[in-house]
């Protein structure tokens, strides 16, 4: 799975991005972080990669100022999407509603939900 997609939400001024890099596998499982790029501060990036083993790492391959960021778990044959947890370096996302609601644009055949772990 690899996925880019900009997304404009009603009531943002900006366009956010969410970039989705996996392997394509049923079912996938790894960090993502939320940022801003330096060089366009009015959206959002979500960046879900499972090439990266640390919210930092994944901020710096996608160049992010990072906000936040927790675990995320993709599950293809059940079409659901499950965001969790917090980053140990950079805490939870300022916004989970705003991080489930971009992953439910991206994969809008699929049910995106937050679980409490």
């Known amino acids: 799975m690899h996925l880019r997609k900009r997304i404009q939400l009603p009531d943002r001024a900006g366009q956010d991005v969410v970039i989705l890099s996996a392997p394509d596998k049923d079912e996938v499982a790894g960090k993502f972080v939320v940022g801003r790029s330096p060089l366009d501060a009015s959206g959002l990036v979500v960046a879900f990669d499972t090439h990266c083993s640390?919210?930092?790492q994944a901020g710096a391959k996608y160049g992010l100022i990072v906000l936040g960021g927790g675990w995320c778990e993709i599950r293809h044959l059940r079409r659901e999407v499950?965001?969790?947890?917090?980053s140990t370096q950079f805490g939870r996302e300022p916004d989970r509603q705003l991080t489930l609601a971009l992953f439910r644009a991206a994969l809008p055949d699929y049910r995106v939900e937050e679980e409490d772990r």
């Open 54 to 56: 640390f919210h930092k």
């Open 82 to 86: 499950w965001l969790s947890g917090a």
